[in-house]
């Protein structure tokens, strides 16, 4: 049992590229989220999901766009990195509530 | 808005003994109070879901208290040992849904041996 995977572990962009970060789960869970952690900030919801074709926007979702197709992933693209966008992203999955099951992070430096 | 806070200082003690960590929070009740363990480098990971109607929830070493009055919940590791060394992530849930949960900044706990 995988849990929550998110590729790649490590990305450096440049200003003005784009990417794409993986996450898949394998729980079959229908919530999903995103977060980013920055120290002092703690971890803030960018976007979520409570199922496939069903997204909704969490506190700083500006730069990023999500989507749903399937139950098992929620990709997250940042669409023109910026330097602000530098931060360790974590994927999380949930049953409808309860305990969140976090992937090992995303660390991404935007230069 | 709801804040949360949690002990900015690192908690240092010795192992075998109780550490007790705190999450205050400035608003509403939530629903469910989360409680998590980080370590560097990795994904935060579960411990214990307290609901507002719940005054207290224990797992193993772990207890968790929810006063609503008060607007706190205290986490407990009884008989610590070096490896409970971690941050300890509390997250606030208004809805009970996990739509949107707010986060603390976490407290640092390092327990020596």
């Known amino acids: 049992n995988a849990g929550v995977t998110q590729t790649p572990k490590f990305q450096v962009l440049k200003t003005g590229q784009s990417m794409t970060l993986q996450c898949a789960q394998d729980m079959n869970h229908e919530y999903m989220s995103w977060y980013r952690q920055d120290p002092g900030m703690g971890l803030r919801l960018i976007h979520y999901s409570v199922g496939a074709g069903i997204t909704d926007q969490g506190e700083v979702p500006n730069g990023y766009n999500v989507s749903r197709s399937t139950t098992e992933d929620f990709p997250l693209r940042l669409l023109s990195a910026a330097p602000s966008q530098t931060s360790v992203y974590f994927c999380a999955s949930s049953q409808v509530t309860g305990e969140l099951f976090f992937g090992e992070g995303s660390r991404l430096t935007v230069l | 808005s709801q804040k949360i806070e949690q002990n900015s200082e690192a908690l240092n003690i010795q192992e075998g003994k109780t550490a007790t960590l705190t999450c205050n929070y400035t608003n509403y009740s939530p629903a469910y109070l989360q409680w998590y363990r980080q370590d560097p480098g990795r994904g935060p990971v579960f411990l214990l879901l307290i609901r507002e109607n719940e005054k207290e929830k224990r797992k193993e070493r772990l207890k968790v208290t929810f006063d609503t009055t008060l607007k706190q919940s205290l986490f407990h590791i009884t008989a610590s040992q070096p490896a409970d060394s971690a941050t300890y992530l509390c997250?606030?849930?208004?809805?009970?849904?996990?739509?949107?949960?707010?986060w603390g900044l976490g407290t640092s706990l390092a327990v020596n041996p």
């Open positions: 997250a606030l849930d208004k809805a009970g849904n996990n739509r949107k949960l707010i």
